[in-house]
T-cell receptor
Framework: GAGVSQSPRYKVAKRGQDVALRCDPISGHVSLFWYQQALGQGPEFLTYFQNEAQLDKSGLPSDRFFAERPEGSVSTLKIQRTQQEDSAVYLC?????????????FGSGTQLSVL | AQTVTQSQPEMSVQEAETVTLSCTYDTSESDYYLFWYKQPPSRQMILVIRQEAYKQQNATENRFSVNFQKAAKSFSLKISDSQLGDAAMYFCAYRRPPPNNNDMRFGAGTRLTVKP
């Protein structure tokens, strides 16, 4: 596609509900990242995929957070039993290769509000 | 751990003037990469400019340039001839070289306002 696409753009969940956030990276991009951006803060790393392999999940804040990219393209970030502290914008980014100097292309994020 | 600090929560500039956004970082690495990203209200982060630490020459992209001071661990962004479309949040970011380079670290951001 032309860019990284994320859906839904907004999600309101009641505390305790499960949510699933979708990311469609740019076609052919090897690397995929998920970030969490709290209000007034910079993005914080959650997890990284190289193709379908989840190589780094060190940033996931708890075992309620789960991400997958089964076919090496679309990725889903799932949050179980949502809590108010999960309220944030969740950003997805992809890059063509794996190098540190690679340009990251970001989506517009999903703003999650947990009531 | 690497940290990135942006000490200016908000900055303001008159249209056509020049503004400099500050960024400092903390690292024990000798080789790394630094970035400035722009985030407009659409929330989509857009790469403005990037710098490899091993390069002494400061990066430049049209009206955007950096002042990279490796010894001082400083990486400021200069925007010349500011335009209304430059108004956004600006984030400074740091990334290690491979293999442990998955987590790009961002500062807290600087909100830039451009006055007509």
């Amino acid at each position: 596609g032309a860019g990284v696409s994320q859906s839904p753009r907004y999600k309101v969940a009641k505390r305790g509900q499960d949510v699933a956030l979708r990311c469609d990276p740019i076609s052919g991009h090897v690397s995929l990242f998920w970030y969490q951006q709290a209000l007034g803060q910079g993005p914080e790393f959650l997890t990284y995929f190289q193709n379908e392999a989840q190589l780094d999940k060190s940033g996931l804040p708890s075992d309620r957070f789960f991400a997958e990219r089964p076919e090496g393209s679309v990725s889903t970030l799932k949050i179980q039993r949502t809590q108010q502290e999960d309220s944030a914008v969740y950003l997805c980014a992809s890059s063509r290769k794996t190098g540190s100097n690679e340009k990251l292309f970001f989506g517009s994020g999903t703003q999650l509000s947990v009531l | 751990a690497q940290t990135v600090t942006q000490s200016q929560p908000e900055m303001s500039v008159q249209e056509a003037e020049t503004v400099t956004l500050s960024c400092t970082y903390d690292t024990s690495e000798s080789d790394y990469y630094l970035f400035w990203y722009k985030q407009p209200p659409s929330r989509q982060m857009i790469l403005v400019i990037r710098q490899e630490a091993y390069k002494q020459q400061n990066a430049t992209e049209n009206r955007f340039s950096v002042n990279f001071q490796k010894a001082a661990k400083s990486f400021s962004l200069k925007i010349s001839d500011s335009q209304l479309g430059d108004a956004a949040m600006y984030f400074c970011a740091y990334r290690r070289p491979p293999p442990n380079n998955n987590d790009m670290r961002f500062g807290a951001g600087t909100r830039l306002t451009v006055k007509p």
